[in-house]
Nanobody
């Protein structure tokens, strides 16, 4: 079982930057898909960035060009660099993990679905003021 813990949230003004981190407990780290989700008040949780076990990345249209997902296998760490932040980026950010085999041969959109992931962090708050 993978346990995840996020850190790095905070409050910034629009146009600013934050970097989120997520550290994973012991498990075959390099056979997982990793993702960042966010949930704004009163809204559904949405996937914003995914990195697969080979390091390939993808992003939702709302963050593409502004956010960068990365990982450090040696540290069992996942990161989300968030630049040019907007007030609509405000929300609780969660890291998630799921064994890679779940996604093999499936529609790529599955990577952005909450139900596809069994392992979640506790969330970290990001607030962007205008």
């Amino acid at each position: 079982r993978v346990e995840l813990a996020e850190s790095g949230g905070g409050s910034v003004q629009a146009g600013g930057s934050l970097k989120l981190s997520c550290v994973a407990s012991d498990d075959p780290y390099n056979t997982y898909y990793w993702a960042w989700f966010r949930q704004a008040p009163g809204k559904l949780r949405e996937g914003v960035a995914v990195i697969d076990n080979n390091g390939a990345t993808s992003y939702s249209e709302s963050v593409k060009g502004r956010f960068t997902i990365s990982k450090d296998d040696a540290k069992r760490a996942l990161y989300l660099q968030m630049d040019s932040l907007k007030p609509e980026d405000t929300g609780t950010y969660y890291c998630a993990a799921e064994p890679s085999r779940r996604f093999f041969g499936k529609n790529p959109q599955l990577r952005y679905e909450v139900g596809a992931y069994n392992y979640w962090g506790q969330g970290t708050q990001v607030t962007v003021s205008s």
